[in-house]
């Protein structure tokens, strides 16, 4: 219950925030263009509270999965409610007489209205259209330009390069002919890739070859990796096809001794430093698991240094629900923040929103040659389920990336010339502008309520994906 309300706030606090935000875009631009805007709205539903400023209904509804801007002509098939015309002069009039009342403007009023939306240009309709996706791609400019001039983390000491610290016997990198300690070049044709990028485009080619380049030595080897079919999975790790990269330097520190497992019972002690586990020099325990799960529980001969002395100590792993432990905790590497100067601070946000768009044009690429299938795209409960574990780590870079992300891939998803989205209105105002009158309003009616239609079925599917992943109908499962 506690992990369900810590992910339900970060969701609605992080998702509200990305898409009042993109609302707000269109609300400045539209003002700016002279459009009458009815209501600024912070979620969906029935009207919980707010106010009234100006023509503008300023409120927050019952459903806080975002919000909505709506604008005079937006829909002219809806009439509109609106004050009396005959505005300050009449009120002035009737200055402590009854209320004028609001009446409704029909369809044929909102064509000639000069504030509605329909009565501007289309230019004006376009830029209106464009705004929200701008700030929401701003917003992720801003927001890592922030981290990075003033947050930064950096681990205090690092690995400089892609290093593979080891390869499973057998497994798909190993038939690859990958080794361990080879660094790696080049990873489906991106140079010089970090660990992060690598997991990446592994997801994206799931049950695909990948070229890789490594460096072995002083040669440069060009191989062939098979992705395994189980990196269309949430849990998926490097590991399941037989990678564990090397991430720290050092030796694995021991912490959190577990009282009666196998590492208290072979004789470790908290801060002992573990220099190599059967020869193999070992950084990290991801790497120490994935060795302990090839090895099935083989007794397992440590090298450890305690006081300044080299120890040799045999300890047996034990199963614990199907995987091979040794029952101890382990020191994370110390970070340390490292501001950057204003001019590398920009360099990187645009580095990072150039690497997180190109990201996103294969997942759709992806999607669309059907390397990818659309049961592995995230919905609001999987965005959920992370932005409540990102709430609970105490680095900030996971929140701002995140954050970052999702905003920048609102703003990009809202740009597809798809009905609906806004690029959809600006693609057909472009046809408008080219075929020099206005579609018919019959035709834009049918186009956008086929396109609801496809969205909303859409939607339910990534959805029933995202509940599927949390295990509530594996009692329906054989």
């Known amino acids: 219950m506690h992990q369900f309300l810590i992910s339900a706030v970060a969701f609605i606090v992080l998702v509200g925030l990305i898409v009042v935000l993109h609302e707000l875009g269109h609300f400045v631009v539209a003002k700016l263009c002279g459009v009458r805007v009815e209501a600024f709205s912070f979620g969906f539903g029935p009207r919980l509270f707010g106010f009234k400023y100006g023509e503008t209904d300023y409120k927050v509804c019952l459903l806080p999965l975002g919000g909505f801007v709506k604008m005079t002509g937006e829909n002219p098939s809806e009439p509109v409610t609106l004050p009396n015309p005959s505005g300050a002069q009449l009120l002035e009039e009737n200055q402590g007489k009854e209320t004028v009342p609001a009446r409704e403007e029909s369809a044929d009023e909102i064509a000639s209205d000069p504030a509605a939306l329909t009565s501007k240009p289309r230019w004006q309709r376009m830029l209106i259209g464009v705004a929200g996706p701008t700030v929401n791609i701003l917003f992720t400019l801003f927001l890592m330009f922030f981290y990075y001039a003033f947050i930064n983390e950096v681990p205090s000491v690092t690995v400089k390069d892609t290093t593979v610290e080891w390869v499973t016997p057998g497994s798909d990198a190993a038939t690859a002919g990958l080794q361990t300690g080879d660094i790696v070049l080049v990873f489906d044709g991106v140079n010089h890739p970090e660990w992060e990028t690598v997991f990446e485009h592994t997801k994206l080619n799931a049950n695909q070859m990948v070229p890789v380049t490594v460096q072995r030595g002083n040669s440069t080897i060009p191989l062939s990796l098979h992705v395994p079919a189980s990196a269309k999975s949430e849990t998926f790790d490097l590991s399941e096809m037989g990678i564990s990269p090397e991430l720290l330097p050092g ?63 045999v300890a047996k792993p034990t199963d614990a629900d199907g995987t091979w432990k040794l029952g101890f905790g382990w020191v994370p590497p110390p970070y340390r923040d490292a501001p950057m100067s204003f001019a590398a601070a920009g360099e990187h946000s645009l580095l990072f929103l150039r690497s997180k768009s190109l990201l996103v044009a294969e997942v759709l690429k992806g999607l669309f040659t059907h390397r990818l299938s659309v049961s592995q795209l995230m919905g609001p409960v999987g965005i959920a389920q992370v932005a409540g574990e990102a709430a609970q780590m105490h680095d900030w870079q996971v929140k701002f990336d995140l954050a970052s992300e999702i905003s920048l891939q609102l703003g990009i998803l809202n740009l597809m010339p798809f009905p609906i989205l806004d690029g959809g209105m600006i693609l057909l105002l472009l046809i408008e502008s080219l075929i020099r009158h206005d579609i018919s309003m019959v035709i834009k009616e049918r186009i956008y309520t086929a396109a609801f239609v496809v969205l909303i079925a859409f939607f339910a599917f990534v959805l029933f994906n995202d509940v599927s992943r949390l295990g509530l109908f594996t009692h329906l499962k054989p």
């Open 251 to 313: 030796p694995i520190q021991v912490a959190d001794l577990q009282p009666g497992k196998p590492a208290e019972q072979a004789g470790l002690q908290n801060g002992d430093s573990i220099e190599s586990v059967d020869g193999h020099a070992f950084h990290s325990v991801p790497t120490l698991l994935a060795y302990m799960q090839w090895e099935k529980g083989k007794p397992l001969t440590l090298e450890v240094q305690r006081n300044g002395a080299t120890l040799q100590i």
